[in-house]
């Protein structure tokens, strides 16, 4: 059974910076690629970054140079790095398996104050 634990989350004002952390479990970690994701209320889920099992990393457009995902598969997490801020980043993150679609967290809330 796959659980994904988002922590980190929080209010900061623009410019600011956060980390997310994403923990793992039930899964072969190290072999899956994991992704971040956004949702606003009311809104669709939105695709933030993904890195792959074998590091390489890619963004949406409106996050390039400001949020860098990572992992470390000693503890089964990937993070996402969160500098620059704007109030348009406010959104609960969601991390989840690439290419999967349900069995989502709890999310952490992200609020940027301007």
């Known amino acids: 059974q796959v659980q994904l634990v988002e922590s980190g989350g929080g209010l900061v004002q623009t410019g600011g910076s956060l980390r997310l952390s994403c923990v793992a479990s039930?899964?072969?970690?190290?072999?899956?690629?994991m992704a971040w994701y956004r949702q606003a209320p009311g809104k669709q889920r939105e695709y933030v970054a993904i890195?792959?099992?074998?590091?390489?990393?890619n963004y949406a457009e409106s996050v390039k140079g400001r949020l860098t995902i990572s992992r470390d598969n000693s503890k089964n997490t990937v993070y996402l790095q969160m500098n620059s801020l704007k109030p348009e980043d406010t959104d609960v993150y969601y991390c989840?398996?690439?290419?999967?679609?349900?069995?989502w967290g709890q999310g952490t809330q992200v609020t940027v104050s301007s």
């Open positions: 989840n398996l690439w290419g999967r679609n349900d069995g």
């Open positions: 039930g899964i072969i970690f190290s072999r899956s690629a």
């Open positions: 890195v792959t099992s074998g590091g390489t990393t």
